[in-house]
């Protein structure tokens, strides 16, 4: 599907957090890991990643729970401060955001380019084979990136 006219919009469910994309991501892809799983209520959440400058909170206070990764890292979860819906976090690397792609006021065209922690889904998921997939994080997420950016000359 074509990407929309930027910006666009998104926010949590309460209505209180709202944030603005002035691009498009860098990437859309699901994670399958374990705390995805837990802070989504689902098999795996839908993540993009997005340039810093390219994410503006518009409205609304933030709670902020800096989660310690398997690998040490600290990432900074942003959730709304009301209704405590998960919009994005903070990883380590700088200069971007992962922003939770069911936050979108439409979502319709950000279908995910691949998939990360496949070796921690649940058991009934079935991963395309034809998508980027790493067993575990991506530290090197540039395949992502090649991959949404196919995706969209298709």
Not at 11 to 29: D, E, K, N
Not at 52 to 69: P, T
Not at 95 to 104: D, E, M, N, S, Y
Request: proline share 6%; hydrophobic share 40%.
């Amino acid at each position: 599907m074509a990407l929309p006219e930027f910006p666009v919009e998104g926010g949590c469910q309460c209505g209180a957090v709202r944030y603005r994309l002035t691009a498009s991501p860098l990437s859309v892809y699901n994670c399958h890991c374990k705390d995805c799983q837990r802070f989504s209520g689902a098999a795996w959440s839908m993540s993009m990643i997005v340039r810093d400058e390219d994410f503006e909170l518009l409205s609304g206070a933030i709670a902020r729970y800096e989660r310690v990764a398997d690998s040490g890292n600290v990432i900074g979860m942003n959730f709304c401060a009301n209704c405590h819906g998960w919009v994005w976090n903070d990883p380590p690397a700088r200069g971007i955001k992962v922003a939770r792609a069911g936050t979108l006021d439409n979502m319709d065209w950000a279908a995910p380019v691949g998939n990360i922690w496949t070796e921690s889904k649940a058991a009934w998921v079935e991963i395309d084979p034809g998508l980027v997939n790493f067993p575990r994080g991506a530290v090197d997420r540039t395949p992502l990136f090649t991959a949404w950016i196919q995706s969209r000359q298709e």
